[in-house]
């Protein structure tokens, strides 16, 4: 090896690290902060949550409806004719197996992007007995399916998966 090819490598090594010194922080700058990092999941303890009971939680700054199914609930939406719907779905597509009394949607319409009433002791839960919009009047079941209304699709269903029987984490 002669001296100039040492110095060859050792110039074009230096530029390559030279280089990722430089990419480095520009590529590391566009990674989520950890504030957001935070907010991407969020844990929920389903303990307290009585059947034919609903709460309103908050992931990534939207509202998030969990519902606790009694059995009665549960057999009204196994009734419904699924072809009969506007966006077919059945209730066991939108639960957990083995935690098929959990609903869990996001609490916004899909027609607009209002909050339906439903969730919270007292509230209207339409003529469906799930939740309803009063913005425009869409009426959702107990499983989250759109019956009657504007609204062109069901109330969505996050990623999430149950850590435990009474833990659930969504995103």
């Given at each position: 090896?002669?001296?100039?090819?040492?110095?060859?490598?050792?110039?074009?090594?230096?530029?390559?690290?030279?280089?990722?010194?430089?990419?480095?922080?520009?590529?590391?700058?566009?990674?989520?902060?950890?504030?957001?990092?935070?907010?991407?999941?969020?844990?929920?303890?389903?303990?307290?949550?009585?059947?034919?009971?609903?709460?309103?939680?908050?992931?990534?700054?939207?509202?998030?409806?969990?519902?606790?199914?009694?059995?009665?609930?549960?057999?009204?939406?196994?009734?419904?004719?699924?072809?009969?719907?506007?966006?077919?779905?059945?209730?066991?597509?939108?639960?957990?197996?083995?935690?098929?009394?959990?609903?869990?949607?996001?609490?916004?319409?899909?027609?607009?992007?209002?909050?339906?009433?439903?969730?919270?002791?007292?509230?209207?839960?339409?003529?469906?007995?799930?939740?309803?919009?009063?913005?425009?009047?869409?009426?959702?079941?107990?499983?989250?399916?759109?019956?009657?209304?504007?609204?062109?699709?069901?109330?969505?269903?996050?990623?999430?998966?149950f850590t435990s029987d009474t833990t659930?984490?969504?995103?």
């Amino acid at each position: 090896m002669r001296r100039r090819d040492f110095i060859n490598i050792a110039a074009v090594s230096a530029a390559g690290v030279g280089g990722l010194a430089v990419l480095y922080p520009l590529v590391s700058q566009m990674a989520p902060s950890k504030d957001v990092l935070a907010e991407s999941t969020t844990e929920l303890d389903l303990s307290a949550i009585q059947p034919g009971q609903a709460i309103k939680a908050v992931f990534r700054k939207q509202p998030v409806f969990v519902r606790n199914l009694t059995p009665q609930e549960i057999a009204t939406a196994n009734e419904v004719a699924v072809d009969s719907l506007r966006d077919p779905e059945t209730l066991t597509e939108r639960t957990k197996e083995g935690h098929g009394n959990w609903l869990i949607t996001m609490g916004v319409c899909t027609h607009l992007g209002c909050v339906p009433l439903g969730a919270g002791e007292g509230e209207n839960k339409g003529e469906f007995g799930g939740y309803f919009c009063p913005c425009h009047g869409s009426h959702y079941d107990t499983a989250g399916r759109i019956r009657k209304g504007p609204a062109p699709a069901n109330l969505v269903v996050p990623e999430y998966e149950f850590t435990s029987d009474t833990t659930v984490v969504i995103g």
